[in-house]
């Protein structure tokens, strides 16, 4: 299913997200380079009461 609106990201790759830990930092440290092939992360979600682990596919943006 992936991310939904109103999730909560509590841990990206088993980091968790507190003060002082950017999520945009994690996400460009797991990029290395602009051709980087895509690859799975794996994300904690609070959704709806419960957290939810959840493999994502994570790639680099296309350039124009």
Same mark, same amino acid.
């Given at each position: 299913?992936?991310?939904? &609106?109103? !999730?909560?990201?509590?841990?990206?790759? !088993?980091?968790?997200?507190?003060?002082?830990? @950017?999520?945009? @930092?994690?996400?460009?440290?797991?990029?290395?380079?602009?051709?980087?092939? &895509?690859?799975? %992360?794996?994300?904690? %979600?609070?959704?709806?009461?419960?957290?939810?682990?959840?493999?994502?596919?994570?790639?680099?943006? &296309?350039?124009?």
């Amino acid at each position: 299913v992936g991310l939904q &609106p109103g !999730d909560v990201i509590l841990s990206f790759n !088993d980091t968790v997200l507190r003060e002082g830990v @950017s999520l945009f @930092s994690l996400l460009m440290e797991c990029t290395s380079g602009s051709n980087a092939s &895509p690859h799975e %992360v794996f994300v904690r %979600v609070w959704r709806g009461g419960c957290v939810h682990s959840i493999e994502l596919t994570h790639a680099a943006a &296309p350039v124009n």
